[in-house]
């Protein structure tokens, strides 16, 4: 394994920077871990949060409208805001207990709305706004009078750390038939997804699920295609995976950034399945005849005059007006912007182009093994945090870690 150093380990020696910390992505972990810092002592002055946005959780808030989702599968704790029960106290304070809503055997979980009112509180009462600068990063490379540059289209934000905070998934990535017809598109490209009966939708997970059943409700004439029966799950792993003595068991005594790793993550994560109140409304518009079922693969798409012809793998064909796809995405360390960070700063990568990070201090490590002051966080650092890394939940394991670093740095 990468052995951890002092969090104040000498990095590329530079000259005075913009900023002390830049955060690149305002998602869940990004706008978590830097409250963490200030906490911590970081100057608010010396932070900055770079988010293509320009509102925080701006891509997060994207995807649940445009995936028609009510709730949120995680429980009540698991938020942005730094105090476990800061929700829960929020949705009391203005008489919502309503919207935390039973889940079988897990604790209540917070509708959308909810969550997000209560992520717009806690970004207020901090004024971690002030923090956020609106660009879209194109680079992160070694500066010419500082260790680290953060280069936009427009600008350049030097800093002594930075913190990839990019992301849960890589790009959508669509099956080879879906190429041939353009009435096929994934539900992640091109905007919300225009209520139209007839349409099909295919996946087996969450997203796919939480689609269809909005639009069974809208048209009265949806399909879903699944390869296999819906698979049910409260959450998407075992919840010992929140545990970091677990996680360490569990993952660190594998070779940094292995295939042993990552095929341990993958083993541990409920991947494509549904939570349990999702099925049973899946099931509920099934039962009224505004969902209809279809298990199989697809194999061949193409167009007709009126809409695109389905070929499943048992022989069946399918007519749809428009074919929606919820079908997962790439790895997120495979983006191209990932790869070309680790290619800039020469960083070391492992299996799939899995990043070599510390396990104590999620230091992107270069190739020659020093630290790079490059931390990552999310599913970038699913190779540490584990099967949970690109849930909200980790942000607060993945915030210790870093906490734990700025508070060395400001006492050296």
């Known amino acids: 394994m990468v052995g951890l150093s002092s969090a104040s380990s000498e990095i590329r020696e530079g000259g005075d920077p913009d900023y002390d910390w830049v955060i690149v992505g305002g998602g869940v972990h990004g706008t978590h871990i830097a409250q963490r810092l200030l906490d911590a002592g970081v100057d608010r002055n010396r932070l900055a949060i770079v988010e293509s946005t320009g509102e925080l959780l701006g891509n997060f808030r994207e995807r649940l409208r445009v995936a028609r989702v009510g709730s949120l599968r995680s429980p009540y704790v698991h938020h942005v805001g730094t105090e476990p029960f800061s929700l829960e106290n929020y949705a009391k304070s203005k008489r919502r207990e309503d919207e935390l809503l039973p889940t079988r055997r ?206 499943l793998n048992d022989g069946g064909t399918e007519e749809a007006a428009r074919v929606v796809l919820a079908t997962g995405f790439g790895d997120v360390y495979r983006q191209p912007f990932v790869r070309s960070v680790a290619e800039d700063l020469d960083l070391a990568t492992g299996h799939r182009g899995m990043p070599v990070l510390d396990d104590e201090t999620l230091g992107w490590r270069r190739k020659d093994g020093k630290p790079s002051g490059v931390h990552a966080t999310g599913a970038l650092a699913e190779g540490v945090l584990g099967a949970f890394a690109r849930n909200i939940a980790t942000a607060r394991l993945a915030g210790d870690r870093l906490t734990r670093i700025a508070r060395e740095v400001l006492s050296s």
Do not use: M
């Open 106 to 311: 897990n604790p209540r979980r917070p509708t959308v709305d909810l969550f997000l009112d209560h992520t717009d509180h806690i970004i207020g009462l901090r004024r971690l706004g002030e923090l956020v600068v609106e660009q879209e990063v194109t680079s992160v490379e070694y500066g010419d009078s500082a260790p680290l540059a953060v280069r936009t289209k427009t600008d350049e934000l030097t800093s002594r750390r930075v913190l990839l905070a990019v992301g849960n998934a890589g790009a959508p990535e669509p099956p080879g038939w879906a190429e041939e017809t353009g009435r096929v598109r994934h539900v992640w490209e091109g905007g919300e997804v225009e209520n139209a009966k007839n349409t099909y939708v295919v996946g087996g997970g969450t997203t796919a699920c939480s689609v269809a059943v909005s639009l069974a409700r809208e048209t009265g004439d949806a399909t879903l295609v699944s390869r296999h029966g819906l698979r049910k799950a409260v959450v998407e792993s075992d919840p010992r995976w929140l545990n970091w003595k677990h996680i360490e068991k569990e993952l660190h005594h594998l070779p940094v950034a292995s295939e042993a790793r990552h095929k341990r993550i993958r083993k541990a994560r409920n991947d494509g399945t549904v939570p349990y109140h999702l099925a049973e409304e899946v099931e509920e518009e099934t039962e009224v005849g505004h969902l209809n079922r279809r298990v199989g693969e697809v194999t061949v798409a193409f167009e007709g005059d009126d809409g695109v012809f389905l070929r």
